[in-house]
């Protein structure tokens, strides 16, 4: 059994900065495990935001974030980071850290088996 637990959740400026962590435990993830951060905002679907591949550190980017989030993990600490630069209002949502042990397909929420409990993220104008 996977746990994941996100933090770092926060009220923030437009243009300001937050890192939300991902801390995992349970299974090691393998190489081609699959972490994704998906977000979701009242009256809209979730969306993913980014993924990173564990083994290769593949990454992909919704194009809303592309140029200001970056996506990484440390394998010591079992842990993905979700580094978040000039944050808009619009990106406000509450951010969910995911995960399956397999590569993925698509965007789809579906695609993972593992989720955490989210975190609030709050930009004000």
Same mark, same amino acid.
Not at 33 to 37: D, H, I, L, P
Not at 106 to 110: A, G, I, K, L, R
């Given at each position: 059994q996977?746990?994941?637990?996100e933090s770092?959740?926060?009220?923030?400026?437009?243009?300001? #900065?937050?890192?939300?962590?991902?801390a995992?435990?349970?299974? =090691?993830?393998?190489s081609y495990? =699959?972490?994704?951060?998906f977000r979701?905002s009242?009256?809209?679907?979730?969306?993913?935001?980014s993924?990173?591949?564990?083994?290769?550190? =593949? =990454?992909?980017?919704a194009?809303?974030?592309?140029?200001r989030? !970056?996506?990484?993990? %440390?394998?010591?600490k079992?842990?993905v $980071?979700?580094?978040?630069? #000039?944050?808009?209002?619009? %990106? !406000?949502a @509450?951010y969910?850290?995911?995960? @399956?042990n397999t590569?993925?397909v #698509?965007? #789809?929420?579906?695609e $993972? %088996? $593992?989720?955490g409990?989210? !975190?609030?993220v !709050?930009?004000s104008?």
């Open positions: 996977v746990h994941l637990v770092g959740g926060g009220l923030v400026q437009a243009g300001g #900065s937050l890192r939300l962590s991902c995992t435990s349970g299974r =090691t993830f393998n495990a =699959t972490m994704g951060w979701q009242p009256g809209k679907e979730r969306e993913l935001v993924r990173i591949r564990w083994g290769s550190s =593949t =990454t992909y980017y194009d809303a974030v592309k140029g989030f !970056t996506i990484s993990r %440390d394998n010591a079992n842990t $980071y979700l580094q978040m630069n #000039s944050l808009k209002p619009e %990106d !406000t @509450v969910y850290c995911a995960a @399956v590569v993925v #698509s965007t #789809s929420p579906d $993972y %088996d $593992y989720w409990q989210g !975190t609030q !709050t930009v104008s």
